[in-house]
């Protein structure tokens, strides 16, 4: 077992005496502190196996198993869970710890599935050693999320491939189905250095 940490993780005893300072420093009318563990792999594995397939080989062996999947993934609690040439699909939990002070999910969480749907659409298309990378992105916001919409459906697709640009859409769905955002996006395409 390595204990090799990242190049910039604070000792583990530093951050467990900074949360029970905070924990300790707060008010009780805030109610019992609430936490949720993080837990991803060296991003650079999911890179380079990237690097050797094309797009949808590579997003295929992340929903496999085959790859790790992006430590953004695992941040925000989203699965990729369908993938073929141009389209894909993605699963998202939401609950309280990507809530906005409103008390309502943070519009940046959806904004992040729709980016991910869309760039992710875009990478099915794309052969080995090409990457992508958004150049613009306009979300429209339909209705709230929050814990009670339930998981989230996220579907990106390919609006029309390019070796330059390419052009996606994405939508985001509630656990009802109902629509609760959609995204246009531009993706530049360039070769990935060696």
Same mark, same amino acid.
């Given at each position: 077992? %390595?204990?090799?940490?990242?190049? /910039?993780?604070?000792?583990?005893?530093?951050?467990?005496?900074?949360?029970? /300072?905070?924990?300790? /420093?707060?008010?009780?009318?805030?109610?019992?502190?609430? %936490?949720?563990?993080?837990?991803?792999?060296?991003?650079?594995?999911?890179?380079?196996?990237?690097?050797?397939?094309?797009?949808?080989?590579?997003?295929?062996?992340?929903? /496999?198993?085959?790859?790790?999947?992006?430590?953004?993934?695992?941040?925000?609690?989203?699965?990729?869970? @369908?993938?073929?040439?141009?389209?894909?699909?993605?699963?998202?939990?939401?609950?309280?710890?990507v809530y906005?002070?409103?008390?309502?999910?943070?519009?940046?969480?959806?904004?992040?599935?729709?980016?991910?749907?869309?760039?992710? @659409?875009?990478?099915?298309?794309?052969?080995?050693?090409?990457?992508?990378?958004?150049?613009?992105?306009?979300?429209?916001?339909?209705? @709230?999320?929050?814990?009670? %919409?339930?998981?989230?459906t996220a579907?990106?697709?390919?609006?029309?491939?390019?070796?330059?640009?390419?052009? @996606?859409?994405?939508?985001?769905?509630?656990?009802?189905?109902?629509?609760?955002?959609?995204?246009?996006?531009?993706?530049?395409?360039?070769?990935?250095?060696?």
């Amino acid at each position: 077992m %390595s204990t090799d940490a990242a190049p /910039d993780a604070l000792p583990a005893d530093a951050v467990a005496d900074a949360v029970a /300072d905070a924990v300790a /420093d707060a008010p009780a009318s805030w109610g019992d502190p609430r %936490s949720r563990t993080v837990t991803w792999w060296d991003p650079m594995v999911t890179a380079a196996g990237g690097r050797e397939r094309t797009g949808l080989e590579a997003l295929q062996a992340v929903r /496999d198993g085959l790859l790790p999947p992006p430590p953004i993934a695992q941040l925000v609690q989203m699965d990729l869970t @369908a993938v073929e040439e141009g389209r894909v699909e993605f699963s998202c939990t939401v609950d309280e710890s990507v809530y906005n002070p409103i008390g309502a999910v943070h519009g940046g969480l959806v904004c992040t599935l729709l980016d991910s749907v869309a760039g992710c @659409a875009v990478h099915t298309t794309l052969p080995a050693g090409v990457g992508y990378t958004s150049i613009e992105l306009k979300v429209t916001y339909l209705r @709230a999320v929050t814990r009670a %919409s339930g998981p989230l459906t996220a579907v990106g697709t390919v609006v029309k491939p390019g070796r330059r640009v390419s052009f @996606a859409e994405g939508q985001v769905f509630d656990a009802a189905g109902k629509l609760v955002a959609t995204a246009s996006s531009s993706l530049l395409v360039f070769p990935l250095p060696a």
